[in-house]
């Protein structure tokens, strides 16, 4: 019995292992001879045990371990289990030369018995010792095998997240370029209706100006017929003079009318550039700079500013100072634009000079102490000076003033401190416009010191 | 101002009517001065001329009340006519002198602002002359 168990335990666990792997590695012709083989070892342990035929079966298990090794041995696919193989083959050898011995040459055998056993003991230490390692190596193996797959596994869901991510962002990009496109429309639209609401504001500033037009073009015109009218009656006084003889008056006459046709041209020429400034003002296009005098750019828009305002508002009246500097020379800007640009901080001056008024008035009630509204006396101040480089343009008035809530808003568009439909809240935020990016110039608003009113102050570059 | 030391010179000779224009408008001088060059030089009247509401009251305050007719434009920056007007009526110059506004405006508001401050006439620019001269000839 003894002489069995051990083949058994051996040929059964090396069929089990060989039959295991065929199944693993799907060679199904394998894994089913491997089955036969751990049936035949079982059926051969039985047998053993049933017939007591030690002998028989003993000679029969060497048989099945030799021609179970070889045949294995020879196998391609089985290479990687021939560490086993070799683990098994030092027993299989061993006993199989051992038994042989012993019925060969018996004497020699008993003489030597115990090598034999030491031999075959050392053969299954061996067996033990390999199948250990190998029972090591496999869990490393195995557990770098498990490593790999949950990499793998990683991996592919990775990869697979990866195709969703991409699927998602060809979604996304398809997406915001759709947005793109609805936002690009959106600010052609907004671009459309800016142009639209520069050229209103241009013509609203217009519409405040035609009154002060009309006053600044009825005035030049009014001496034109005046001038042109005394001249003709000039004319008939010096025929008469020339009739008496009277020379010296003769030449006095042809002096003077000469002079008014002088005026006559003079006044001619004021209306003529007063219709080219109105025109130039609502005129969207032509933002060519050219050589322009301040000084005088600004007196025209003084008066053109005021005489609109009072034109409309007959009660609003304003003490205008000027102080120009003569050392500017013409300055290279678009004449209309910075016309628009102190036309509209002259007009808030005015607003805020006016308003001052009215709230005085309203805080004294008729009969009652007027001192205050008498010595109030409304003032708004132009002034140019030359710096280094640059030109200042400074609007001064002593009106209502600023809160500082509303300074720091005071240039954003449609910011407006005027009762509704009075102001469109463009004219400050285009001013910016046009002196800081139009220009590279600088726009800034300060509160007068002593709290009344405030100063608004044009800086343009000088560009030879 | 530029007339002011003839306008010394002839302040004695009380046949002489002094005119006190104001007018921001500075060529309404050669023009007034050559619509009457036949009264100037027949030294009918005398024109003073002030470019504004503050000049014009100094001239009467330097030359008392000798001006007899004043006229005024309303439109001005600083003192407008109609507040130089208030001021004159206000220190009742004995005897007052007659005050004729002048406007470019020639609207119900204005004439009837102005009439309630006691203003004396009320003429539209264009000035017509003739209707000036006529005026003036009444005041004699």
């Known amino acids: 019995m003894n002489n069995s168990l051990i083949p058994f335990i051996l040929s059964f666990l090396l069929s089990q292992r060989l039959f295991r792997f065929s199944k693993i590695n799907n060679y199904r012709q394998w894994e089913k001879w491997f089955s036969y083989a751990r049936f035949f070892s079982v059926f051969l342990f039985a047998a053993g045990l049933i017939l007591k035929a030690s002998n028989t079966t003993q000679w029969m298990w060497h048989i099945f371990l030799v021609s179970l090794l070889l045949f294995t041995f020879q196998q391609k696919e089985m290479q990687k289990q021939r560490m086993y193989l070799l683990a098994f083959a030092p027993y299989v050898v061993v006993s199989l030369l051992a038994d042989l011995t012993r019925v060969i040459v018996t004497d020699f055998y008993i003489r030597w018995e115990s090598y034999f056993g030491n031999a075959v003991m050392l053969s299954i230490i061996w067996l033990v010792a390999i199948l250990f390692s190998q029972y090591r190596q496999n869990k490393a193996t195995e557990k770098e095998r498990i490593r790999r797959q949950k990499e793998d596994e990683i991996n592919r869901a990775i990869a697979i997240r990866k195709v969703e991510l991409e699927d998602l962002v060809t979604e996304r990009t398809a997406e915001i370029t759709k947005q793109k496109e609805e936002l690009v429309q959106t600010l052609n639209e907004l671009k459309a209706t800016q142009a639209q609401l520069i050229q209103s504001e241009k013509m609203a500033s217009l519409g405040e100006l035609t009154a002060g037009i009309a006053h600044e073009i009825q005035n030049p015109l009014n001496f034109v017929n005046n001038f042109s009218e005394v001249s003709s009656e000039l004319l008939d006084e010096m025929a008469e003079e020339q009739k008496k003889g009277n020379t010296e008056e003769t030449a006095a006459i042809a002096n003077d009318i000469k002079q008014n046709l002088e005026k006559i041209i003079h006044h001619g020429k004021r209306a003529d550039g007063i219709v080219k400034a109105m025109l130039q003002h609502s005129r969207s296009s032509s933002e060519i700079k050219k050589p322009t005098e301040i000084n005088k750019l600004a007196d025209e828009y003084l008066r053109l500013a005021y005489h609109g305002l009072r034109a409309k508002d007959k009660s609003f009246n304003a003490t205008l100072k000027t102080d120009f500097d003569e050392a500017i020379s013409s300055i290279d800007v678009v004449p209309q634009e910075i016309g628009r640009v102190i036309l509209n901080l002259l007009t808030n001056a005015f607003y805020a000079v006016s308003e001052k008024k009215k709230q005085l008035e309203k805080n004294t009630p008729a009969d009652g102490n007027q001192a205050e509204q008498k010595s109030y006396n409304p003032t708004v101040l132009i002034s140019t000076k030359k710096l280094n480089g640059k030109v200042e343009i400074k609007i001064c008035d002593n009106g209502k003033g600023i809160s500082e809530d509303d300074v720091d808003k005071i240039f954003q568009p449609f910011y407006t401190t005027k009762p509704s439909g009075k102001g469109t809240g463009l004219g400050l935020s285009m001013s910016y416009e046009i002196v800081t990016k139009a220009h590279g110039g600088q726009l800034n608003v300060k509160n007068n010191k002593g709290g009344e009113g405030v100063t608004f102050t044009v800086i343009l570059p000088v560009k030879k | ?140």
């Open chain 2, 1 to 140: 101002m530029l007339h002011l030391p003839s306008f010394c010179q002839l302040k004695n000779n009380m046949k002489i009517m002094k005119i006190l224009v104001v007018d921001d408008e500075k060529d309404i001088q050669p023009l007034f001065e050559q619509r009457f060059r036949r009264e100037i030089k027949n030294d009918e009247i005398n024109f003073v001329f002030a470019y504004s509401g503050e000049e014009a009251l100094d001239c009467l305050k330097d030359y008392k009340h000798e001006a007899v007719l004043i006229l005024s434009d309303i439109n001005m920056p600083g003192m407008s006519g109609l507040e130089l007007l208030d001021r004159i009526k206000e220190k009742n110059h004995k005897p007052p002198p007659v005050v004729m506004m002048i406007t470019a405006y020639g609207d119900e508001e204005n004439y009837k602002h102005a009439m309630k401050l006691g203003a004396d006439d009320f003429l539209t620019k264009p000035v017509d002359f003739k209707e000036l001269k006529e005026k003036i000839k009444k005041l004699k």
